[in-house]
């Protein structure tokens, strides 16, 4: 890549290569195709963090097999509203990516989306947990459909290792929903900017952002590349960087920004390498996490499709590391301790006793333990047909709380009040939420260009403003056309 050009004047300024900064390029190309956008990328490449297919689950979010969306209720029923928020989340998603490829920026849907069943898979005392989580769900038109199952034969036609070997009168209970998806984001990513660039979207990488430095209503962008130190003036700046956004956000010194912490949490996963049984496994089955685990330690046992290829992998396995992103630094966690956030983040501690110790716990785990994770899904499963990976970095957000601080599992989109600067904070559902959370930082950050975007917005995801749950006819439209558009099961 060419060094940033001597006009360094920009109408945006996006920090980070991942499906978000991606995503917000390719809205305001269409929106405002006249206008100079600018991506930076400290890596070499584009979508090489959480965006990468094997630093996240790929699952393509919509709360039909994560249980931790539907939580209990004390009348032994479940509350379902955040399950319905992530699904309409999604359904953004399938609308934005169909227009993209009726349009040609996404050449082929089969390159990055793939129909995968999504499945509950839940032993013993958990089984009334989840019957009355489906009871709940299936009456929403959102999840129509939803199959359940509680004896092992049939089970075993829908994920023959779920059931292999596991003893006859073994209490088990399953649903499964045909419109699960799964994602290579970063396939996604690099298809995404790919189009963006044609559209005119600058894109940079191998440069990294040091600060952000207020300039009368805008803002200086300063950084360094191999080539020397930069400065980019622009009057509106995103940062999309993962984990990575805390310092940045912190560095603009934004009121808004007070407060805020991160907590990061590393992950692993179990590659299964034996061909034969990838062929046999044929969904997404998530379970219940454990004790103290944080929401993104939900296992699953995942088919996922790497550009074409079906793979197979299990966990993830909750570790740690004070590095806010895969290829961080080991200063990140102590540097972004500040006076405003140190009181939140020592209330979390206290208030996380459990989780620190799951965490502690998993950090030791030996690959035996770990293959007894992996045996609740797959009793059949041998050692020598896995392989450990890596995954990568999550930051969960710490923010002020009644009792001084929450841990807050999901994504926190925060932004100045005059809305010249933004940053994504957090982690699942992440990436499968990118085109709501982008299209609410158009709202939010630029609300005097609403009235001009909205029939382009409108083009690009004809539900937008509405809910698809209020409007069955309009909802079973849009997934016919998002299914029939992506290529995807109906």
Request: aromatic share 8%; net charge negative.
């Amino acid at each position: 890549m060419s060094l940033v050009p001597a006009s360094n004047r920009y109408d945006a300024v996006l920090i980070g290569g991942g499906v978000m900064s991606a995503t917000l390029a390719t809205m305001l190309a269409e929106v405002e195709p006249d206008w100079k956008v600018l991506v930076l990328e400290k890596l070499d490449t584009v979508g090489a963090e959480s965006s990468d297919m094997w630093n996240n689950a790929g699952t393509g979010h919509s709360a039909l097999c994560e249980l931790n969306y539907t939580p209990a209720t004390a009348d032994g029923g479940v509350e379902i509203s955040k399950a319905v928020a992530i699904n309409e989340q999604f359904q953004l998603s399938r609308q934005f990516w169909s227009h993209l490829v009726e349009e040609g920026v996404l050449p082929d849907p089969r390159d990055f989306i793939n129909s995968v069943p999504h499945m509950s898979f839940v032993r013993g005392g958990d089984v009334e947990f989840l019957r009355a989580r489906h009871e709940a769900l299936s009456r929403h038109p959102l999840f129509a459909g939803m199959e359940w199952a509680e004896d092992q034969a049939t089970i075993g036609e829908w994920a023959p290792l779920l059931t292999q070997g596991r003893g006859a009168g073994e209490k088990v209970a399953a649903t499964r929903a045909d419109a699960g998806t799964d994602v290579d984001f970063g396939s996604l990513t690099k298809q995404l900017f790919t189009g963006a660039a044609k559209a005119g979207v600058e894109l940079l990488t191998g440069h990294t952002v040091k600060d952000l430095r207020r300039r009368g209503s805008g803002w200086t962008v300063v950084g360094a590349s191999s080539t020397g130190s930069f400065e980019i003036a622009t009057p509106f700046v995103f940062v999309g960087s993962g984990g990575g956004a805390l310092h940045l956000l912190q560095r603009s010194g934004i009121p808004e920004g007070e407060g805020f912490g991160g907590f990061p949490v590393s992950g692993q996963w179990l590659r299964c390498t034996n061909p034969d049984v990838i062929a046999e496994h044929g969904a997404k089955v998530y379970g219940q996490a454990e004790v103290g685990a944080p929401p993104m330690s939900v296992p699953h046992l995942d088919t996922r499709y790497d550009h074409g290829r079906k793979a197979l992998m299990f966990g993830p396995y909750a570790g740690f590391s004070p590095k806010f992103l895969k290829q961080g630094s080991l200063l990140d966690l102590p540097l972004s301790v500040r006076p405003h956030n140190l009181l939140p983040m020592l209330a979390v501690a206290r208030d996380n006793v459990s989780l620190m110790t799951y965490l502690g716990k998993q950090i030791v785990q030996s690959m035996d333990q770990r293959l007894d994770a992996l045996k609740i899904f797959y009793p059949d499963a041998r050692a020598e047909d896995w392989e450990l990976l890596t995954a990568g970095q999550r930051v969960q957000v710490i923010k002020k709380g009644k009792r001084g601080g929450v841990l807050q599992f999901g994504t926190e989109l925060v932004h100045a009040a005059d809305g010249s600067v933004a940053a994504l904070l957090g982690a699942s559902p992440g990436a499968s939420t990118a085109v709501e959370v982008m299209l609410r930082l158009l709202r939010q950050c630029f609300p005097a260009h609403q009235d001009l975007w909205r029939s382009r917005l409108e083009a690009m995801v004809p539900s937008y403003g509405t809910k698809l749950s209020d409007d069955t006819d309009l909802l079973t439209k849009t997934l016919s056309r998002t299914s029939d558009v992506l290529k995807l099961a109906a």
